[in-house]
């Protein structure tokens, strides 16, 4: 069964707050890109991008990705996320905290093939010390 291009990328949310990895590599184009723009850092391959992911949880294991608002325009789509979890976990040199982190966010995405090919996503005010 072939998914819509707004499917293939809540599939990839719904893998995210599963952690069911394995789901991840027939959602994502060989080349894809994952790109957090506040810094910068870009994930490539499907590997690359399950790192990125696993890095994440690492610091808020108990994350969940929740989409608020959605628009769609062919191969691009752009989603609003909210973010909830506990930063439990050390998170790129930021010492767990303890806090619960409530956070909004945006993914811009651009699909080829019915795959994502690269997510750029954005936030602002995390990590927190």
Do not use: C
């Not at 990839?12 to 952690?19: A, G, Q």
């Not at 490539?44 to 325009?73: A, C, F, W, Y």
């Not at 909830?84 to 909004?104: F, N, Q, R, S, W």
């Amino acid at each position: 069964m072939t998914l819509d291009n707004f499917s293939v990328v809540k599939k990839w949310i719904d893998v995210y707050n599963s952690k069911k990895f394995e789901d991840l590599k027939p959602l994502f184009a060989e080349n894809a890109t994952y790109t957090w723009m506040p810094d910068g850092m870009t994930h490539h391959g499907v590997e690359g991008i399950e790192k990125g992911m696993r890095l994440v949880l690492t610091g808020v294991p108990d994350l969940v990705t929740q989409i608020n608002n959605s628009v769609v325009q062919g191969d691009k789509i752009a989603i609003e996320v909210h973010w909830t979890g506990t930063h439990t976990g050390d998170y790129m040199g930021v010492k767990p905290t303890g806090k619960k982190i409530d956070l909004y966010g945006l993914y811009l995405i651009e699909m080829e093939n019915g795959k994502i090919k690269s997510a750029r996503e954005f936030y602002y005010g995390w990590p927190a010390s």
